[in-house]
């Protein structure tokens, strides 16, 4: 029904994580309408996407260096390590300007149900980086609160269990704006249980 170069644009669209058919339609038949002087640095943004880009050798965050902006500065604090899923974690804690410590990305979380185990991660080279480093005295466990975020968070912990560095999770409880009756018994719970001074 449709020629092929759109219909194949709507198929490689709808692969992407987010975008279902109906927006992979809605975008493709918006470039089309677009004037080439708009598509053409979005193709060249999508086709030199991995250029120059690596991963850090020490938090395998995405950089353009290595070690990394963040790894390479002398400023920040490397007692604490702040252990996260993806990259665009690192990207939302250090928009809070809160956490001055290092990073370290594990790319996934454990997830037997989609078969990522623990060698598919950058667990051993998280493990190692605590073991060879002396600096390192706080591990801050920054997985999302999922089932598979948890499950990694506990397979972490269990493994540092007997080490010599302090191991937390980041607080988990209501958003500001939010009313009570409106959150699920788990966030409750968990606002009331992290509950701090005032």
Not at 166 to 176: D, F, Q
């Amino acid at each position: 029904m449709l020629p092929k170069s759109l219909q194949k644009l709507i198929d490689e669209l709808s692969k992407l994580p987010g975008i279902g058919p109906k927006t992979a339609q809605r975008l493709s038949v918006y470039l089309l309408r677009s004037p080439h002087s708009r598509i053409k640095p979005l193709g060249d943004a999508l086709l030199n996407l991995k250029d120059g880009l690596s991963f850090c050798e020490i938090c395998w965050h995405v950089t353009e260096t290595t070690p990394c902006s963040i790894c390479g500065d002398p400023s920040r604090d490397k007692s604490k390590l702040c252990v996260v899923e993806d990259v665009l974690d690192v990207v939302a804690i250090e928009k809070t300007y809160q956490f001055k410590g290092v990073y370290h990305v594990l790319h996934g979380v454990l997830s037997p149900i989609d078969g990522v185990s623990a060698d598919q991660l950058k667990l051993a080279e998280l493990f190692k980086r605590i073991e060879t480093n002396p600096e390192i005295k706080e591990i801050i466990l920054a997985t999302n609160p999922s089932l598979e975020g948890e499950a990694t968070a506990l397979y972490i912990n269990k493994y540092l269990e007997g080490k010599s560095v302090k191991i937390s999770r980041i607080a988990r409880g209501l958003p500001m704006g939010s009313d009570l009756e409106y959150a699920d018994i788990a966030t409750l719970g968990k606002a009331l249980t992290n509950r701090t001074d005032y």
